[in-house]
């Protein structure tokens, strides 16, 4: 089961942000079927008879998904017995509420150039608005993941935190949430996204 081997080999010091962590994972897999599914109802050409099937689906998804995040946490409070120490409860910092908070979008100039542009756009913006951004890898804790794939996860549907969600699912290395918001601000500032702050 995806994050139980997280809880296995976490220390006491680490056991909060592997638990983190291998929530975060099942949470990611539950957005990427349902879009998947989103994405069969959109190929399809009967919508009725296979919208009904995939609203059942997604329930499905969805129970199986919230059976994954019980047997977590039943896991998890045995693992914390274990090590001696007390049950996680998940608490958002407060950049992960920001980022929880900030849905970006492409716009229409991702349509014209496609992502692969992007490159002349951000050259485009004033280095000195750039550098309030800096997003750029400097070492293993600055690790922001595979821009093309990020840039793929901005659809005006997924916040900030669950782009680094799904972003961390892909790759043994945890992104910077910090790279992560700085790098879509850049994107925002060369014309290629726009943000909207939920409330």
Known sequence: MVGLEELNSAKAESFAESYKSARAYVEAALINER??????LELTADRAKV?????K????VEAVAAAHLAALQTHMETVATKLGTKPVVPVFSDLEKKAAKMIPR???????EGYRGYAKLIEQVPKEEKAKFPYVALGPADFMGNTADLQCLINGTHSVLEIKKMLDAQ??????????????????LA???????LK
């Open 171 to 188: 790759s043994q290395r945890k992104s910077n949430l910090q790279h992560i918001i700085n790098y879509i601000q850049v994107l925002r």
């Open 191 to 197: 014309g290629l996204v726009e943000i909207k702050e």
């Open 106 to 112: 492409p716009t229409s100039k991702v349509k014209a």
């Open 35 to 40: 879009e998947t599914l989103d994405s069969i």
């Open 51 to 55: 919208g009904a099937y995939i609203i």
């Open 57 to 60: 689906m997604k329930r499905t």
